[in-house]
Each structure stands twice: as C-alpha cells, then as structure tokens.
C-alpha cells in the first residue's frame, strides 16, 4: 500500500484508527477458551467488529511469540484473514526487529516476502544496516521507533549531543538518508505532547505511528494539534481501550463502541485538513 | 546458569566459544533437504559435533521466524535437545527484543518460563522499562546490545553527550543501575578492537557476549587482550565460520575442526588467566 492508498483510506472512512491487537489469552474472553484456536476467534471477532471505523490493524508480535508455535499459528491465520477479508487495511507487524545486515533481510524476508505484511517496526540502536533491508521490498513499509511512549523513552532517546541535537532527532534526520515518506514512518508516542512540534519540523512529511493514546494517557486533540499534517500523517493506535474493555459475550459489540467512540473524535480532528 | 558455573564450565573446557546457529535453509547441505525438519537434522549435527568444544549455543530468531510456524517448532525442538543432552550449555536467544514494560515482560515469558532458555539479547533504545521484565527471572540474563560489531554502530551507538560520554557508554553505566553482573551481560562486537579497553572501565566483572570473531573479521588476540578479566568474562561467539565451512555430507566433521582450532586458540588465551 502507499501513502496515497493509506490518505484515500483516511478519508473515505474519516479515521486514522489502529487497533493494536494484543491478544493475551490471559485476558480474552471465557467463553473463547473453548474454541479451538481462541486467539484468533478472539482477533476474527475484533476485526469483524471494527474493520469499517479503522484503517489499519498492529498485531504485536511479542503476544503471539509467548504461545510459541501455537502462537505463529494464530499470528499467520490472523493476517491472513485481514488481507482476505479486508485488503483496504494496513497490516503492521509491531516487531521492534533490528539486527545485523544479513539478520534483518532474514526479518524482512519473513514479514515483507512469506507474510505479505505492509510494515514493520524497527528499532534503530545498530543504525543503517540493520535497517535498509527492510527497504528494498516495494510499496512496503519500516516503522522506526524514533520517540516512545514509555516512561523509558527518557533513558536514551532524550541524551543530547554536543550540538543539543537529541538522540531520537538524529534517528528522524539520519533515517532519511536512507529512505523518504513512502516506504518510512516513525513510532512517536502520543504521551509525548507538544515533541511533535519539533518532530514536524524534521519530518514534515512523513506518516506517524502513535502509540499511547488510552491506557497509557496521551491526548488525541493534542498529538492532532501538533502532530497532523495536509495529508493526515498520523496513524493512531489503541490497543487496549479497544479490545479489553469487556469481557463477556458482548466483548465484540463493546470494541466496536470503543472503536466508534475513537472514531467520531478523529472525524472531528479530521475536519481542519479535509 | 549462574556466573560462576558458566566459568567453571569455560575452565573445564578451557573455551569460551559459543557456536551461533544461524540456520539457514538456503545455505544447509542438500542432501538434508530430504530430512523431515532439515533445520533440526543440521543443528541436531552440529550441536553433537561441537557441544564439547563451546559452552554455549545462539540461535538467531531471526533465522527460525523466516519459515514461519516450520521455524518455531524447529527452535524449540534445538532449545530441547540441547537441553536433554548437553546440559552444561548456555542458550541465548538472540531476538534483541525490547519493547514496553507489559509487552516485554510477555517476551521474557516466552524466553524464560515457556522455553526455560538461559538468557536473550535485547536492544536498549527504550530504556529500562524495556529491560527490567527480563531481570525478575532468577538465573536468567539478559544480553543487553551495546556496541554491535556492524557497520551502522557507527550511526548512533557513538553519539557523544555533552560531558563526552558515547551513546554505548551511556547504555552500560545506566543499565547498571537495573541489574548486576550475575543477571546482566553485554554485547560487544569484536570488530571493535580496543574500545575493549574503555569498556573494561565502566564494567570490570561482567560478561561480554562478543559477536563478529570470524566472517566479520574481528580479531579473537585482540578481544582477549583488551577483554579478558580474571573469570575470562567473555563468550565469543561465531556462526558462519563454524556452520557452513563444508556443504557436503561431511559438514559436522567440517564444523568440528573449525570449533577445534577456535577452541584451541581460547585455550591458549586463557592460560593468562588460569
């Protein structure tokens, strides 16, 4: 999919959604546990629930690894669902990869070629060749961690160098030497407020994936009032204000309000560029 | 494994080698292709040619999450063999996981508690909340990434401050206020020669998993004198150059001798110390 394809989306559902599909077995539904493959009844149900008010879903990979083979097995059915069912949707693998040239082609060979996923996330700490492996597939797309929306985004990403340029600047301008705002976004967390002033200034351009809005306390309005550009740029994920906020039989038709609820506030935010 | 039993266990065997398997279904002999699970038939030779000559094994996810659902049965069928039958040896998980609290502390799950693995690599770009999940794991350790042996270490791992203080430094002093050195290790590339010395000042006692010796041409002399301490603190690992010396049905005799003469070029080193 490309940036044109992913503002079309935008605007056709009025919705930078992205559900954030976590799935934790400790967490699903009971009743689910009976069913054969009860994370991905638990994920069918999600995305038949919410498919029209979001335009992209994020399975993390971490919930699906601690399953382990069973996991992998929900983790492929479940993309594969997506794309059967809803191809208009943005498929992000949120892997945090990031290893070594010959490594990272492997990683990206495995989501990008076997798994046809758009995106990937990808930390950047070993720099340009753990990175521009990702880049060599067509109309797919890396997700590098820039900003984070944990209280442990302030340990490195904030040191400043002799320059005062901090670290998670560096990673916004060096990245760009190796690929442009068609096949990179950037992971900055909503938690971080009025950063994205800055951040825009550096990547004026390009589409932001921003975690942290719900449970962990970031603020919708303010990452739209310094974050969003003339084509939207913003891709705004919720996982667990989505997916867990009922646990009986009705779990589906609640993600769905939940989502719905989201959704009305982005059409709102949407307004000032469309 | 605690520190002091991988020591003894690096004294025993007088090497500090840890064979990467970095299994590769393009690059494993023909003839296993017949095999039922041809990733598993080739490490399963590996590990019963080498195990007496390393004290430790690396298989790379990476390698494994290429196949998909095929992978990670044959991950977790190598993580059980070598632990049925070699006992002594200490597995990392190289995945350089790191993500936020509640998602790594699903990864540590997987790592720790559902594969009983010893230890796994992580990537330190979003601090200690990232980390600290894997440290509640009682004779496990994490394998914090601190100066890689590639290229791109360059981009951002050596980042100065404005006290002077590089990215990577940052990383080791921090961290060690999370964890000490019977939990914590750090990654090291080999191709980093003398930076050994200065790194030996922040963390005098801790083990350093060394990567880059071989294929990426880091010299084993040079690590071990800017490295070594006085329980050797190093596990210096090599993949390429032991795995896919030979492709011929001969390759574990092949990757024998080359785990042989790496062996005995440890043991040489090691007579500083012991």
Redesign the interface.
Known sequence: MNKEQLFENIKRKKSFLCVGL?T?IQKIPEHLLNEEDPIFAFNKAIIDATADLCIAYKP?L??Y??M??KG??SF?KTVKYIKENYPDQFIIA?A??????N??A??A??FFQ??DIDSVTV?????????TPFLTYEGKWVIL?AL??????????L????AGEQ?FE??LR?SQEWGDDQQMMYVVGATQGKAFEGIRQIVPNHFLLV?GVGA?GGSLEEVCKYGMNSTCGLIVNSSRGIIYVDKTEKFAEAARNAAKEVQAQMAEQLKVIL
């Open positions: 976590d934790d993390n971490a919930f690894e601690s382990g083979v992998w097995v492929e949120d945090k990869r990031g290893d070594i040239g490594t990272s492997m990683y060979r495995t076997e798994l930390a950047p700490y070993m720099g340009e060749d753990s990175v961690l984070t929306s944990n209280k442990g985004s302030h340990d490195f990403q040191m400043k160098d002799e670290l560096k990673v060096k975690p962990q």
